[in-house]
């Protein structure tokens, strides 16, 4: 975790459980609703460029060990048994949390005060979706616009020279 200016801890049950196309999304599959959270963070991260570790309670598994992954660039954590989203982000917290920019998503208010009080701000699952909304709107405005400028450049040129670029993007 030394490379990245900024981080953001996300609660993940957390988050699904306040989101309400999240919360719906679970009820039917949580494996769904967690792909779909993560779909979300990497095009956030990908966007602001900071770096999101995404924290998934898995402390009532039976013999569960911490797990580590990365999808999508996004950092994925399933805390051991016994262990909470909260309590791994505390421990991770008193590790960098007054050398380095931390965030922490989470609506539950007991833990927002523990993460200020260990060096880290705190964004409830409201805020953060604000936030997320903010920046697909931003990525949606953009696309928009590039969009309109293809057009006009692929208005301007002829039938064989639009052949050429498609054949030479086919090839790539």
Do not use: C, P
């Amino acid at each position: 975790m030394k490379s990245s200016k900024e981080y953001l801890f996300v609660d993940g049950y957390n988050i699904i459980n306040n989101w309400s196309n999240l919360r719906k999304l679970s009820k039917e599959s949580l494996e769904t609703a967690r792909n779909e959270l993560i779909d979300i963070l990497a095009e956030y991260q990908s966007f602001t460029g900071i770096k999101v570790i995404l924290v998934f309670d898995a402390h009532l598994v039976k013999g569960s060990m911490e797990k580590n992954e990365s999808i999508k660039g996004i950092h994925i954590v399933y805390t051991k048994e016994k262990e909470t989203a909260d309590h791994y982000i505390e421990r991770t917290l008193d590790l960098i949390g007054r050398t380095k920019k931390v965030r922490v998503a989470t609506s539950d208010w007991i833990e927002q005060q523990v993460v200020m009080g260990r060096g880290g701000t705190r964004i409830s699952a409201r805020e953060l979706k604000l936030e997320v909304d903010y920046y697909k709107e931003i990525i949606r405005k953009k696309n928009e616009r590039i969009n309109e400028i293809n057009d006009i450049l692929m208005g301007r040129l002829d039938k064989k020279t639009i052949e050429m670029l498609e054949k030479l993007r086919k090839n790539k």
